[in-house]
C-alpha cells in the first residue's frame, strides 16, 4: 500500500486548507483511514480518522473546524481544515490500518502505512 499526501501549504490564521490522500494497493474501502500531524519539538499526534462505514472521530482540538471524508471510487481520503490557527502548525500525515474493517484509534502502531507527510504553516 501507498499513500501520497498533498495539499499542504501556508495560510494565514483564519483560512482554510484541503488536505489529500491518495492510496494505492488494495482494496481501500475496507481499511480505517486516519490523518496525523507532527508540530516542532511534539509528538506526533492523531487529528481525524473515517472508518470503512463512514464514521468520524477528531481529536477535541479541531472539532467542528476540521472534516475528514473520504472517495472509495477515488481511493482518497480529504481533511479540510477550517478557522485555521498557529497552533495547527504541523507536518501531516495521512495513514491507513493493515486490519480490514477496524475501528477509529489513536494508537498509532495500529496504521501500517503512512504517507510521506505534508507542511501545514499558519501564520498568526
Known amino acids: 500500500v501507498q499513500l501520497q499526501a498533498s495539499g499542504g501549504g501556508l495560510v494565514q490564521a483564519g483560512g482554510s486548507l484541503r488536505l489529500s490522500c491518495a492510496a494505492s494497493?488494495?482494496?481501500?474501502?475496507?481499511?480505517?483511514m486516519g490523518w496525523f500531524r507532527q508540530a516542532p519539538g511534539k509528538e506526533r499526534e492523531f487529528v481525524a480518522g473515517?472508518?470503512?462505514?463512514?464514521?468520524?472521530d477528531y481529536v477535541d482540538s479541531v472539532k467542528g473546524r476540521f472534516t475528514i471524508s473520504r472517495d472509495n471510487a477515488k481511493k482518497m481520503v480529504s481533511l479540510q481544515m477550517n478557522s485555521l490557527k498557529p497552533e495547527d502548525t504541523a507536518v501531516y500525515y495521512c495513514?491507513?490500518?493493515?486490519?480490514?474493517?477496524?475501528?477509529?484509534?489513536?494508537?498509532?502502531?495500529?496504521?501500517?502505512?503512512w504517507g510521506q507527510g505534508t507542511q501545514v504553516t499558519v501564520s498568526s
Open positions: 495513514a491507513a490500518q493493515s486490519r480490514e474493517f477496524g475501528s477509529i484509534t489513536t494508537t498509532q502502531n495500529l496504521y501500517a502505512y
Open positions: 494497493g488494495r482494496t481501500f474501502s475496507r481499511y480505517t
Open positions: 473515517i472508518n470503512w462505514s463512514d464514521y468520524t
